[in-house]
C-alpha cells in the first residue's frame, strides 16, 4: 500500500498497512478541517482550540503512548506521518501536537509516578488538559544546558 501524498523519498513501501491508514486519516483530516480555517486563524493570529478535542478522538495526542493510559498506541512512524501531515497544513498545529505528545506526556510517562501517568495521560490524551513545556531564558534562549532555573 502507498502513502496517498507525494512519497519523494520512496519509502511508503516500508509503512504497514495501519501506519498507511494513519497518514491516510491525518491527509483526510488536514484537507477536510484544517485547510479551510487556517488562513483566517493566521491572519487573526489565533489557534484554532476547537480542533483540540477533534486531535485528541483521532488519537494524535500522545499518538505513540500506550493505549494503557488512553493514548493511541500507534508505531513511531505512524506518529511522525501524523506530525507530517499536520505540518503540512500549519506548523503551529503540529507543534501543538507535537509539545503535547512529546514534551509533555512523554516525560509523564518515562519519569512520572503510576498515580501521575493515571491522572493526567487519559486527559492529556482527549485533549481536556492542555500541557506547556518552558525552555527559553532571558541569558540563553533555547538553550537547555545553559539554563539556570531549577524547580
Request: aromatic fraction near 12%.
Amino acid at each position: 500500500m502507498k502513502l496517498e501524498c507525494l512519497d519523494f523519498l520512496g519509502i511508503s513501501e516500508h509503512f504497514s498497512d495501519e501506519e498507511i491508514m494513519v497518514q491516510k486519516t491525518a491527509n483526510e483530516f488536514v484537507v477536510k478541517e484544517i485547510m479551510p480555517i487556517i488562513d483566517e486563524h493566521f491572519s487573526k493570529g489565533t489557534f484554532p482550540f476547537d480542533l483540540v478535542g477533534q486531535f485528541g478522538h483521532l488519537g494524535f495526542l500522545g499518538a505513540n503512548l500506550p493505549e494503557k493510559y488512553g493514548c493511541g498506541g500507534m508505531s513511531h512512524v505512524a506518529y511522525g506521518l501524523i506530525c507530517q501531515e499536520l505540518e503540512r497544513a500549519d506548523s503551529g498545529i503540529r507543534s501543538f501536537v507535537s509539545v503535547q505528545g512529546s514534551l509533555v506526556m512523554y516525560p509523564i510517562y518515562a519519569y512520572g509516578s503510576e498515580e501521575q501517568k493515571e491522572l493526567w495521560l487519559p486527559l492529556m490524551a482527549q485533549g481536556k488538559k492542555i500541557g506547556c513545556f518552558g525552555l527559553t531564558e532571558a541569558n540563553f534562549g533555547s538553550n537547555p544546558a545553559g539554563m539556570l532555573t531549577k524547580a
